[in-house]
């Protein structure tokens, strides 16, 4: 059963667009998963400017995983790592007591090419929000596959039908691509109290409803559901556990207010390390757009 369809919101960042599925206002979060953009898909010419490039910026109390269906994005962090990111890898960086990181469009401005993929946030449990900061990169061939007739799947993250990913994880969490051929059916367990299925392309149909491309199911806990490709299609599945309910303000993510208002403070007065090989750039702190809420109660 379906409790919730998200329409990603498309917002325009010059060179591409991204598609903002979480957090959204009447489901912040699926199980740790706390945002969730879209990056593209935009065929981009030779000489994107720089002004695309994501310049060093903080986090903390939190893990991104980078996973790309097309082009490349280089990543750089404060802890010395420089890593490119091609289609089917997975970039896992968590930043714990704080990180600073860039993202670049390096090879795409020489070359040109499409540019697709996804970038999640994974909320850390409480007691491991201030863990030390770590980057983990894994090749395509590292993951496992989940398949069924006329449906591939890769377990990008977490533990999924007895299978389980190399990609290490603070709490219990999957997070799936699944390829779909037109008519294949695969089934999600309930193997979690919180899970939804993001529709990458084509159309998939879940308890008698379609979803469109761009669009999240949110689905009821308790019994597992069969997604049905009506045409040839890809989706991610993911989902978990809940940690608790939390803050997000800019690229902060924390079960504290308190630690929110003193990482905003450390990025403002210079405190936190920049990446050594990004020039000394930096992405301003931007103002607060009205008052840090209470995190919303877990739904």
Sequence with gaps: ????????????????????????????????YIFFDRMGPKDLAPGLPREADVR???????????????????????????QPIQPGEVNWMTAGSGITHSERFERLRLEGGLMD????????PT????????????????????????????????????????????????????????GARVSLPADYSERAVYVVHGEVEIDGQRIAPGSMAVLAAGKPVTIRATSEAAVMALGGETVGPRYIDWN??????????????????????????????????????????EPEPMS
Excluded at 19 to 32: D, I, K, S, Y
Excluded at 160 to 172: I, N, R, Y
């Design 117 to 124: 993929g996804i970038q999640a946030w994974v909320a850390l």
């Design 252 to 293: 902060f993510v924390s079960s504290s207010k308190e630690r929110i208002e003193q990482a905003r403070e450390d990025w403002h007065a210079g405190r936190m390390k920049l990446p050594d090989l990004d020039n000394g750039e930096f992405i301003p702190l931007p103002p607060r757009i009205g008052e840090l809420r």
């Design 1 to 32: 059963m379906i409790e919730l369809v998200i329409e990603q919101r498309r917002r325009d960042l010059g060179s591409f667009e991204v598609g903002r599925v979480l957090p959204f206002a009447r489901r912040r979060m699926v199980g740790p």
């Design 127 to 182: 007691e491991r929000e201030e863990i030390d900061p770590g980057f983990w990169h894994y090749a395509a061939d590292a993951l496992p596959e989940i398949g069924e007739n006329g449906a591939r799947g890769r377990l990008i993250a977490g533990q999924l039908a007895g299978v389980q990913s190399p990609v290490a994880v603070d709490s219990p969490q999957f997070y799936v691509h699944w390829q779909l051929k037109a």
């Design 56 to 82: 060093p910026h903080p986090h903390i109390g939190l893990s991104t995983i980078t996973y790309l269906f097309a082009g490349e994005i280089m990543h750089r962090d404060s802890l010395g790592s420089e």
